[in-house]
């Protein structure tokens, strides 16, 4: 990631959970910024500032010296956040999200950021935890993470230059640039199509009794099994259409395995097996030596 200027100013994070507490202690840490935190459940907030991550409780007064505004909530709350804190808001300021859709949050916060002079850039840090909560924060989440932003054409290299520094005070070491579009794309697959299988996966009335028959397999699978059924439907619903057409191959490869299996073919089991193996050695870019078919 390219050397850039740090962060400065007055920053205010809307949402306090995982995410929100975790940018607040990294930015903290990081960079000389005024931290601002707002959240629905007063506790939460007071726990933040015991805890040092966030230097104010957001008033009118402070929202109107924001220089930038951290959505870190569900697409949704963070649509309709905007929409209450952006009349108050000082001309000028940048708004950015943490949402892991893309397509539907910058098409209803890009208007309201419009009609009232703010910028907006959609945003997207690679990293996560199983469970929820400020309890969970953690000023290190982002370190080494790839960043995610998906600008518009006509955005300025002064906003630019400090969504890269916020990426920066994250931790993040990877900036991706890329449309709404493709965003969702390729989270359909990477992200949103794991969990779904996760969740499938430990349904198997054989989860329950696992203890002593698991090893690591069982655990990379069912991991991610545990997350918030509220956040991950709305974004499964938010990019249901890119969602679906990866399930759709993934049943149809799960079938064809199905079928191998049922007529004991194992030269077509050992074709589907070969050729995932030779799929994951060329995405993660290690070298592929292909067998002499006899």
Same mark, same amino acid.
């Given at each position: 990631?390219?050397?850039?200027?740090?962060?400065?100013?007055?920053?205010?994070?809307?949402?306090?959970?995982?995410?929100? =507490?975790?940018? /607040?202690?990294?930015?903290? !840490?990081?960079?000389? #910024?005024?931290?601002?935190?707002?959240? @629905?459940?007063?506790? %939460?907030?007071?726990?933040?500032?015991?805890?040092?991550?966030?230097?104010?409780?957001?008033?009118?007064?402070?929202?109107?010296?924001?220089?930038?505004?951290?959505?870190?909530?569900?697409?949704?709350?963070?649509?309709?956040?905007? =929409?209450?804190? /952006?009349?108050?808001?000082? !001309?000028?300021?940048? #708004?950015?999200?943490?949402?892991?859709? @893309?397509?539907?949050? %910058?098409?209803?916060?890009?208007?309201?950021?419009?009609?009232?002079?703010?910028?907006?850039?959609?945003?997207?840090?690679?990293?996560?935890?199983?469970?929820?909560?400020?309890?969970?924060?953690?000023?290190?989440?982002?370190?080494?993470?790839?960043?995610?932003?998906?600008?518009?054409?006509?955005?300025?290299?002064?906003?630019?230059?400090?969504?890269?520094?916020?990426?920066?005070?994250?931790?993040?070491?990877?900036?991706?640039?890329?449309?709404?579009?493709?965003?969702?794309?390729?989270?359909?697959?990477?992200?949103?199509?794991?969990?779904?299988?996760?969740?499938?996966?430990?349904?198997?009335?054989?989860?329950?009794?696992h203890e002593g028959f698991s090893a690591g397999s069982y655990r990379d699978v069912s991991r991610v099994a545990t997350v918030d059924e509220m956040l991950w439907s709305e974004l499964f619903a938010q990019n249901s259409d890119l969602l679906e057409n990866e399930l759709e191959?993934?049943?149809?490869?799960?079938?064809?395995?199905?079928?191998?299996?049922?007529?004991?073919?194992?030269?077509?089991?050992?074709r589907m097996i070969k050729e995932g193996r030779l799929c994951k050695l060329r995405a993660d870019g290690k070298p592929v030596v292909q067998d002499i078919e006899e």
């Amino acid at each position: 990631m390219q050397q850039e200027q740090t962060m400065q100013g007055t920053v205010v994070i809307a949402g306090l959970g995982l995410m929100g =507490g975790s940018v /607040a202690m990294a930015l903290q !840490k990081a960079s000389p #910024v005024r931290v601002v935190g707002l959240d @629905k459940d007063p506790a %939460v907030v007071m726990q933040a500032l015991k805890r040092h991550a966030v230097d104010e409780v957001c008033n009118e007064e402070l929202l109107r010296e924001a220089d930038m505004l951290i959505l870190a909530l569900p697409p949704r709350a963070a649509v309709a956040v905007l =929409g209450e804190l /952006a009349p108050k808001m000082k !001309k000028g300021a940048l #708004v950015t999200d943490l949402c892991g859709v @893309k397509r539907y949050i %910058v098409q209803e916060c890009t208007p309201i950021c419009n009609q009232y002079g703010l910028t907006f850039v959609g945003a997207h840090p690679m990293a996560g935890k199983e469970k929820n909560g400020f309890a969970q924060a953690d000023a290190a989440l982002f370190h080494g993470a790839s960043f995610i932003i998906t600008p518009d054409d006509d955005v300025s290299e002064e906003t630019m230059k400090a969504m890269r520094a916020f990426a920066k005070a994250l931790g993040c070491t990877r900036l991706t640039v890329t449309t709404p579009e493709e965003h969702d794309r390729m989270i359909a697959f990477t992200s949103q199509l794991p969990h779904v299988l996760a969740g499938a996966y430990v349904q198997s009335p054989c989860s329950a009794r696992h203890e002593g028959f698991s090893a690591g397999s069982y655990r990379d699978v069912s991991r991610v099994a545990t997350v918030d059924e509220m956040l991950w439907s709305e974004l499964f619903a938010q990019n249901s259409d890119l969602l679906e057409n990866e399930l759709e191959q993934l049943i149809a490869r799960l079938e064809e395995f199905r079928k191998a299996i049922e007529d004991k073919d194992e030269a077509h089991m050992k074709r589907m097996i070969k050729e995932g193996r030779l799929c994951k050695l060329r995405a993660d870019g290690k070298p592929v030596v292909q067998d002499i078919e006899e």
